[in-house]
C-alpha cells in the first residue's frame, strides 16, 4: 500500500477536511503512479466506508471495534499504530483537525515515523514528494523531505485543497480486523468539540461574513448581523475585532483563529494581512468591500468594491431581502 487516506467520521459522513486530504492523496497517486486506499472506522464506520467508496481509490478499509464507537485519543492512536503496522502503507493523509492534532502525535512517537503538520501544498522534486508548511505566522515557507524507512504521516490545513477536488469513483470494501487492548483506554470524550456554545462551526459554514477595522465601532455590528442573517450566514472577523473585545475568540479567522473554506466570504473592511488571508484565502468566492483602493485584500478577491462599508452594507442587506421575497 502505498497512501493512506484516514477519514475522519461525521457521523457517518466524510469530514470535509479528510475530503480534501483525499483529493491531495488522490494528487500524489497520480503524479507518483501510487496506489491509494482510504480508512473508514469509528461509529457507523460501515456508513462511512460506504460514502467513501463512491470516491476515487483502490479500496476502503473499513475496521469496526466498540472501542472506536467514541473518540478517544488512546484508542485511535491505538487503532491507527495497529493498522499502519499491518498495512504498511509509506503516506499517511489526514486534514488537520482537532482530532488529529490530538491523536496522531501519539501514533508517530509509537511508530518512530515522522509528523509532517498543517502541510499547504505538496511538490514532486527528484521523485519525492516535498511538503510545505508555513513557519513564523505565516511569513515563510518551509519545504519538508521525509527520509522515513517506514510511514510519513501527513496533515494538511483546511483549504489547501478543496473538497471538491476529490475524484468520484467505486472503491471495493475490505474489512480488517486489529487487536485492541481494552485497559489501555484511559480516556473518555465528552460531546464533539464546538467552536462556541451555540454550537457554531465556521469551518462549516458555507456562506461568512468577516469584518475588520473598517467596521469603525462595536455600535456597527447590529449593521452587519442584519446582512448576516439575509444571507443565512456566519459572522467571522479579523484579529483586532477580537483583541477589541467586540465578538469572542471562536469567530476569529485567521493564523491565530480559524481556517475555513466557504463557498462565499464576504470580507467587510479588512485589510488583508497575511495573518488574517491565510485562513480564508481557500474560500472558492471572495468579495472585499474596503474604501481603501490599495488595501491587499483586493489582490486575492474575486469581486472587489471599493467604498465605504456603512454605506454599502445596508443597501446590500434589503437587496437580498428583496431578491429572496
Known amino acids: 500500500m502505498d497512501i493512506l487516506v484516514a477519514l475522519e467520521n461525521n457521523s457517518g459522513s466524510?469530514?470535509?477536511?479528510?475530503?480534501?486530504?483525499?483529493?491531495?492523496?488522490?494528487?500524489l497517486a497520480s503524479e507518483m503512479n501510487l496506489s491509494l486506499s482510504m480508512l473508514a472506522m469509528g461509529k457507523n464506520g460501515g456508513d462511512l466506508a460506504e460514502n467513501a467508496g463512491k470516491f476515487n481509490a483502490e479500496e476502503v478499509l473499513l475496521l469496526e471495534n466498540p472501542l472506536l464507537d467514541n473518540y478517544s485519543s488512546d484508542g485511535y492512536s491505538q487503532a491507527i499504530t495497529s493498522v499502519l503496522e499491518q498495512e504498511k502503507p509509506r503516506f499517511v493523509f489526514m486534514g488537520h483537525t482537532y482530532m488529529v492534532r490530538d491523536f496522531l502525535p501519539r501514533v508517530s512517537a509509537r511508530l518512530q515515523i515522522p509528523f509532517?503538520?498543517?502541510?499547504?501544498?505538496?511538490?514532486?522534486?527528484?521523485?519525492?514528494?516535498?511538503?510545505?508548511?508555513?513557519?513564523?505566522n505565516a511569513k515563510l515557507g518551509a519545504d519538508i523531505v521525509s527520509q522515513s524507512k517506514g510511514a510519513t504521516l501527513v496533515s494538511f490545513q483546511s483549504a489547501a485543497y478543496q473538497s471538491d477536488q476529490a475524484e468520484a469513483g467505486a472503491a471495493a470494501i475490505r474489512s480488517i480486523s486489529i487487536e485492541m487492548d481494552s485497559s489501555?483506554?484511559?480516556?473518555?470524550?465528552?460531546?464533539?468539540f464546538k467552536e462556541e456554545a451555540g454550537g457554531v462551526d465556521l469551518t462549516n459554514a458555507e456562506i461568512i461574513v468577516s469584518i475588520g477595522r473598517g467596521i469603525g465601532k462595536e455600535e456597527?455590528?447590529?449593521?452587519?448581523?442584519?446582512?448576516?442573517?439575509?444571507?443565512?450566514?456566519?459572522l467571522g472577523s479579523s484579529r483586532p475585532i477580537v483583541d477589541s473585545g467586540w465578538l469572542e475568540p471562536s469567530r476569529?479567522?485567521?493564523?491565530?483563529?480559524?481556517?475555513v473554506a466557504p463557498k462565499l466570504y464576504l470580507a467587510l473592511g479588512i485589510s488583508g494581512a497575511i495573518q488574517h488571508v491565510v485562513g480564508m484565502k481557500g474560500s472558492k468566492n471572495i468579495v472585499a468591500i474596503n474604501k481603501d483602493s490599495e488595501a491587499p485584500i483586493f489582490e486575492i478577491a474575486d469581486y472587489g468594491i471599493v467604498g465605504d462599508i456603512l454605506e454599502i452594507i445596508p443597501k446590500l442587506s434589503e437587496a437580498v431581502q428583496a431578491a429572496k421575497n
Open 116 to 136: 509532517v503538520s498543517d502541510v499547504i501544498q505538496f511538490r514532486i522534486d527528484d521523485g519525492a514528494p516535498v511538503f510545505t508548511k508555513q513557519v513564523f
Open 184 to 192: 489501555a483506554v484511559k480516556t473518555q470524550s465528552e460531546e464533539p
Open 220 to 234: 456597527n455590528i447590529p449593521i452587519v448581523n442584519a446582512l448576516v442573517d439575509a444571507l443565512g450566514a456566519e
Open 252 to 259: 476569529q479567522i485567521g493564523s491565530s483563529g480559524q481556517n
Open 14 to 27: 466524510i469530514h470535509r477536511m479528510s475530503l480534501e486530504a483525499l483529493a491531495a492523496g488522490q494528487k
